[in-house]
C-alpha cells in the first residue's frame, strides 16, 4: 500500500496535493499495490473523489474541522503514522511543502521509517530501493537507499508533473483519527495578496542589484503579472531590505525550480545559481555581456533591463492578446 | 532560559561540487568547511539575544569529528557559552537529530533550536526528528521568534504567505533569514572562546543510518546560451512559446 497525505487550504487541495496524489499513483502502480490519500479536514467528497483523475484510488477522510486550522504537524503526524499503521503502507508520500517539512519527520519517527526527503524521480523499487533528491543545494543529486521497510518520502515541488492519467473516481471513505491536543496554535493568517507562491511557482521573475533600487520594482511586479509569475530576488536586495525575506533565493534562501526562471539585474553568482538552477529554462538579461548568468542560462538578453524588461513585457502583453 | 543551537558543519558556499571513487563519494579534498549558514546567522544569534535579554545559557552541539571544533569554536566566539561533540559523523539525518535527541533528553532545555536546513543535504527534517523523539512541540522555518515567560511566538513562512504562531515551551524550532542578523565575532569573543568548555561524548546507541547515499551525480550541464536581440523581445516571447514551451 502506497499512502499519501492530502494538504488542503479553505476546502480547495493544494497545487502540491495533485503533484503527491501523481507520485504516490505512479509508485503504487509500479509496485502492483493501491494509493490511498488521507485528508484531515473539510475538503468536499467531489474534490477528493476527482482524485481518482491522478491514479488515486481510495481518499480515507476525517472530516473533523479542528484539522482545518491545525498546524502542530505532532498532532497530524500521528493520525498519518497510525493510519499507515492500519493499512500497513509500505510508502508514505508526503509534499516537501512547508507542512511537509514539519510533519514527515514526525511521520517516520512514529513508523521507526526512514525519511527521504524532496526526492525528484520515481524510486527504482526493482532491486534495492532506489530514490534521487536533489543535494548541495541545486550543485548535484544523489541517489539514495533506505535501510527500513516501511520508507516516508517527501517529493519536492515542480519535480513530479501531476499528470492525469484517467477518469476514475476515487472512492471516499471517512475514519475517525484520533486526536491529540495542540500545542501549536495558529493566531493569524496574512497571505500576499494575489501573489503566486513562489516554491510553487511555474514562472519565477527575479531581479538583484541591477534595478538600481526598490522605487523600480514595478516594471518587475507588471512582468510578473502579465506571465502569472511569482516574484523573486537575489541576496542583496533582501538583506537592504528593497524586497521582503521570502523573496530571497539561493543557497541560503528559497530553492525554486519553475518551469521557466527570468532573471534580471542579477550577476548570477555561486551561491545565487545553487538555489535556481534546477529550474527548467533559463532566461538572463544583464547588461554585462560577461555577467556568469549567461553560462547558466538557455536564453540571454544582453541589454539595459530599464529598456529591455518594457519591451518584454508589450511583446508578451501582444502575444497574450493575439 | 536554557537553549540548545545545532550546529552543522558544511562545504564553503563557493565549493565547486565534485565527486570521486566513482561518483560514490563527495571530493573534500580542498574544500573549507564553515558553519551551515542558517544556523550561525539566524539560529544562534537569536539564541543569544533571548538570553542576553532574559538570562540563561546558550550551549551549542555539533554531531561529527574533530574538524568541526574549529567551527564550535567560532561560535563560542560569537558568544555561546559552552558545547557539546558528538563524536560521529553522521551519514545520514536521522543519525545526526537522534543523538541530538538522546543528548537533550538527559538536560532540560527550554528550546532546542536548528537552522532551517544543511546546504549540502537539505533535508530541513533534523529538528522535527528531535522533535518526535522528545515528544516536544515543533515550529518549522520560524522567521522570527520572540519568548515571554514560557510561551514563544513565530511567524512562519508557508506558501504565498506567513503565519503568526504560538506555542508553549520546552519547544525546538528550526530558524530561517529575517530571525536575525548575523554576527561576526570579535578580538575578545575569540580570545574568551579559548577557555570555554567543549564537551566531548561518544555517540549514542540506537541511531544508525537509516538512508544511505549510493552515488551522486553533476547536475546536467545548460547547451550554449541562445542571446536575442534586446530589441526585438517579440523574438524572446516566439521562443519562450515555441521552442522551450514554457508560456
Ligand atoms: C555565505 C554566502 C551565501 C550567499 N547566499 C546567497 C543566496 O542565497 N542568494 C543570492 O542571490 N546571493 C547569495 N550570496 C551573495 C552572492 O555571492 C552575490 O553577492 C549576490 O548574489 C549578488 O547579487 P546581485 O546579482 O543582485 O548583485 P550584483 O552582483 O551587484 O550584480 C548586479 C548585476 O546587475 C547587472 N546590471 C546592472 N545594471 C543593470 C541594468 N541597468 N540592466 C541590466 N543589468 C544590470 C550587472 O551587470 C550585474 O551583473 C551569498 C553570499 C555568501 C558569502
Ligand atoms: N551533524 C549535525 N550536528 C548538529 N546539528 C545538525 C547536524 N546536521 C544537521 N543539524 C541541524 O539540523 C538542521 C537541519 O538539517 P537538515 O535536516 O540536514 O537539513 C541544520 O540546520 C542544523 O541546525
Redesign the pocket.
Do not use: Y
Given at each position: 500500500m502506497v499512502i499519501f497525505y492530502i494538504e488542503h487550504e479553505n476546502g480547495s487541495l493544494k497545487k502540491n496535493c495533485y503533484e503527491t496524489a501523481a507520485y504516490a499513483a505512479a509508485l503504487a502502480q509500479q509496485t502492483q499495490s493501491q494509493s490511498v490519500g488521507i485528508c484531515l479536514g473539510s475538503v468536499s467528497a467531489e474534490s477528493l473523489a476527482a482524485l481518482g483523475e491522478y491514479g488515486t484510488n481510495k481518499v480515507l477522510q476525517d472530516t473533523n474541522a479542528r484539522f482545518d486550522t491545525e498546524v502542530d504537524a505532532g498532532v497530524l503526524a500521528k493520525a498519518v503514522a497510525a493510519q499507515a499503521q492500519q493499512l500497513n503502507a509500505q510508502y508514505v508520500i508526503i509534499p516537501h511543502s512547508y507542512l511537509g517539512r514539519a510533519l514527515a519527520p514526525r511521520v517516520s519517527v512514529r513508523l521507526k521509517a526512514a525519511l527521504v526527503p524532496a526526492v525528484v524521480e520515481m524510486p527504482d523499487t526493482e532491486g534495492k530501493f532506489l530514490v534521487k533528491r536533489g543535494v548541495f543545494?541545486g550543485k548535484g543529486f544523489a541517489y539514495c537507499t533506505a535501510h527500513t521497510t516501511v520508507k516516508v518520502l517527501t517529493v519536492a515541488a515542480n519535480a513530479f508533473p501531476a499528470i492525469k492519467t484517467g477518469t476514475s473516481v476515487a472512492e471516499v471513505q471517512n475514519f475517525t483519527a484520533e486526536t491529540t491536543d495542540t500545542r501549536v496554535k495558529r493566531i493569524s493568517v496574512e497571505k500576499l495578496s494575489n501573489k503566486v507562491s513562489l516554491t510553487e511557482a511555474d514562472i519565477v521573475v527575479s531581479?538583484?542589484?541591477?534595478?538600481?533600487g526598490p522605487e523600480n520594482w514595478g516594471m518587475i511586479e507588471e512582468l510578473a503579472d502579465v506571465l502569472g509569475a511569482a516574484t523573486a530576488?537575489?541576496?542583496?536586495?533582501?538583506d537592504t531590505h528593497w524586497r521582503p525575506h521570502h523573496e530571497?533565493?539561493?543557497?541560503?534562501?528559497v530553492t525554486v525550480s519553475p518551469n521557466l526562471y527570468i532573471?534580471?539585474?542579477?550577476?548570477?553568482?555561486?551561491?545565487?545559481l545553487?538555489?535556481v538552477n534546477s529550474s527548467k529554462v533559463i532566461v538572463v538579461?544583464?547588461?554585462?555581456p560577461?555577467?556568469?548568468?549567461f553560462k547558466a542560462a538557455d536564453y540571454g538578453v544582453v541589454?539595459?533591463?530599464?529598456?529591455?524588461v518594457p519591451k518584454l513585457i508589450t511583446a508578451l502583453k501582444a502575444y497574450k492578446a493575439s | 532560559m536554557k537553549i540548545l543551537v545545532c550546529l552543522s558543519k558544511v562545504p564553503?558556499?563557493?565549493t565547486k561540487i565534485s565527486f570521486t571513487d566513482n561518483n560514490t563519494k563527495f571530493n573534500a579534498q580542498g574544500v573549507t568547511w564553515?558553519l551551515n549558514?542558517t544556523d550561525e546567522w539566524y539560529a544562534l544569534v537569536r539564541a543569544l539575544e533571548i538570553v542576553e535579554q532574559q538570562g540563561g545559557s546558550v550551549t551549542v552541539i555539533h554531531v561529527g569529528n574533530a574538524e568541526g571544533d574549529q567551527l564550535i569554536r567560532k561560535a563560542l566566539a560569537i558568544g555561546a557559552n559552552d558545547a557539546v561533540r558528538i563524536d560521529v559523523e553522521p551519514q545520514d539525518a536521522f543519525q545526526a537529530a537522534a543523538n541530538i535527541a538522546q543528548y537533550a533528553a538527559q538536560q532540560s532545555y527550554d528550546l532546542i533550536m536548528t537552522g532551517k536546513e544543511t546546504i549540502n543535504y537539505n533535508g530541513a527534517i533534523v529538528g522535527g526528528i528531535i522533535a518526535e523523539i522528545l515528544e516536544l512541540p515543533y515550529v518549522s522555518l520560524a522567521s522570527s521568534l520572540d519568548v515571554n515567560g514560557s510561551t514563544a511566538t513565530m511567524k512562519c513562512e508557508i506558501e504565498g504567505g506567513e503565519e503568526t504562531v504560538e506555542a508553549s515551551l520546552p519547544l525546538v524550532v528550526s530558524a530561517n533569514k529575517g530571525m536575525a542578523e548575523q554576527r561576526i565575532p570579535n578580538m575578545r569573543g575569540i580570545m574568551t572562546a579559548r577557555t570555554k568548555p567543549l564537551s566531548v561524548i561518544p555517540a549514542f546507541a540506537n541511531t544508525q543510518t537509516q538512508v544511505e547515499v549510493v552515488k551522486f551525480e553533476a547536475p546536467p550541464t545548460r547547451g550554449n546560451v541562445h542571446l536575442v536581440d534586446p530589441d526585438n523581445m517579440d523574438e524572446l516571447v516566439r521562443l519562450l512559446h515555441d521552442e522551450a514551451k514554457v508560456i
Open positions: 543545494s531581479a538583484g542589484r541591477g534595478l538600481k530576488c537575489s541576496r542583496p536586495v533582501a530571497h533565493v539561493g543557497q541560503t534562501g532573471a534580471i539585474g542579477i550577476s548570477g553568482a555561486i551561491q545565487h545553487a538555489g538579461i544583464n547588461k554585462d560577461e555577467a556568469p548568468f541589454g539595459d533591463a530599464f529598456e529591455v | 564553503d558556499t563557493t564553515i549558514p
